[in-house]
């Protein structure tokens, strides 16, 4: 039997509220899958312990993560401690400091689902957008001269290295290579951006040699976001820098329906460190303290964490679980126009990964 070692770190606002909602999807899951239990260890850091400590997270906190299989993320941010502190002390901190390269995030419509693309016309779309997740726009390369004088000078530099360029790059192109369509957009800006982004592109070049079995094309940012609402079957894998795809990213998982829904892995793809899985949202500070976050965001990254972990059996079965919660507008919460609450669509999912162990025909 297989006891994965999973860290929680709920962080800020509704990350307290859908880090436990996974938490349940999980001891589901182990009390019906007797081969895959799992070992939870709570780490309460955040912006509450930053008003204690005075940091996000302890010093030896990296060395505690190292010791587990996966983390489960909330969000990081508190209306009362500004976002770059939030963000860079517990969220960018991890991500940098376990090398997880690869931020990855799906989009698809999930069944009952009114996604704005469905008003156009569109049933579904599939994408995978990889981000390059430690260097580019967000090395934190910069600083500021003559703070608060006139001459005050702000800098933030993008860093871009053909190491980190070339490994994004090949991990993009052999997740195309797996994905049925084969296929890959790489975003540029190489236009405006005439240094680390012409390089981007050529190191594009020289990786897909590798992949001829991909058919790959390249497209500016700016309008790769016409195209994903113009033409969003003519995409599949995507790769982008750091920046970009965070803005993408947040327009694909809107496209699909909602920021609620959409989820994130952070891998490090070696498997040197743990990867960790979070939803796309934040701390949602408008609806934080209410039940009324939606969870299928963090379900959904559950859902990664365990296909990250090789339990493919058990990633269906919850995957089916959150499709048939979605399919039912009674199981919505109010950002998807219903009236659930966050405690009632766990319990509903946890049901039904529960109802289909108990009778595996049944949704065969
Ligand atoms: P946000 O994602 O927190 O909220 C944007 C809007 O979407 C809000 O109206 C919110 O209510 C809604 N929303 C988001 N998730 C939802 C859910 N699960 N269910 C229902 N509605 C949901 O983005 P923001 O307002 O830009 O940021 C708020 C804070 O979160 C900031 O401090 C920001 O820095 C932080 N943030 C952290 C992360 C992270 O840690 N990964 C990501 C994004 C934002
Ligand atoms: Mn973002």
């Not at 005075?54 to 996966?70: F, I, Q, R, S």
């Not at 001269?145 to 000078?153: A, D, I, S, T, W």
């Not at 871009?160 to 994004?168: H, L, P």
Request: glycine share 8%.
């Amino acid at each position: 039997m297989k006891v994965y070692r999973i860290a929680l770190v709920p962080g800020d606002g509704i990350g307290k509220e859908v880090v436990p909602a996974g938490r349940r999807l999980l001891e589901a899951l182990a009390r019906t899958e007797s081969d895959c239990q799992f070992a939870f260890e709570e780490f309460p850091w955040g912006a509450d312990f930053y008003r204690n400590h005075g940091v996000m997270m302890p010093d030896d906190g990296l060395e505690a993560l190292k010791a587990k299989d996966a983390i489960l993320f909330g969000s990081a941010g508190d209306p009362a401690v500004p976002d770059h502190i939030t963000l860079w002390g517990l969220r960018l901190k991890i991500c940098q400091g376990l090398d997880q390269y690869a931020n990855v995030r799906p989009a698809r419509i999930l069944p009952g689902i009114d996604a704005p693309l469905k008003r156009c016309g569109v049933e579904d779309l599939n994408w995978v957008m990889v981000r390059e997740n430690t260097e580019g726009e967000y090395s934190g390369a910069g600083g500021r001269v003559h703070p608060g004088f006139p001459l005050e000078v702000a800098a933030d530099m993008s860093v871009m290295t053909r190491a980190g360029v070339e490994r994004i790059q090949r991990f993009a192109f052999r997740l195309a290579a797996s994905r049925p369509r084969r296929q890959l957009t790489v975003v540029t800006k190489s236009n405006a951006q005439r240094h680390a982004m012409v390089m981007w592109d050529e190191i594009a070049c020289e990786v897909a040699r590798e992949f001829p079995e991909v058919a790959w094309d390249k497209e500016m940012v700016d309008a790769m976001t016409a195209r994903m609402v113009n033409r969003p079957a003519s995409l599949d894998t995507i790769v982008a820098t750091n920046l970009h795809a965070d803005i993408l990213s947040d327009l694909a998982a809107a496209l699909a329906g909602g920021l609620g829904l959409g989820p994130t892995a952070n891998l490090n793809p070696e498997r040197v460190y743990p990867s960790m899985f979070e939803p796309i949202h934040g701390s949602a500070f408008d609806i934080m303290g209410k039940g009324l976050a939606n969870p299928i965001g963090t379900f959904w990254s559950v859902v990664l964490m365990l296909e990250h972990l090789g339990e493919a059996e058990a990633a269906r079965r919850a995957m089916r679980a959150i499709e048939q919660a979605t399919a039912n507008p009674k199981l919505h919460t109010p950002d998807l126009g219903g009236s659930a609450t966050t405690g009632e669509v766990t319990e509903a999912v946890c049901a039904l990964v529960g109802a289909a162990a108990k009778n595996p025909l049944a949704t065969a």
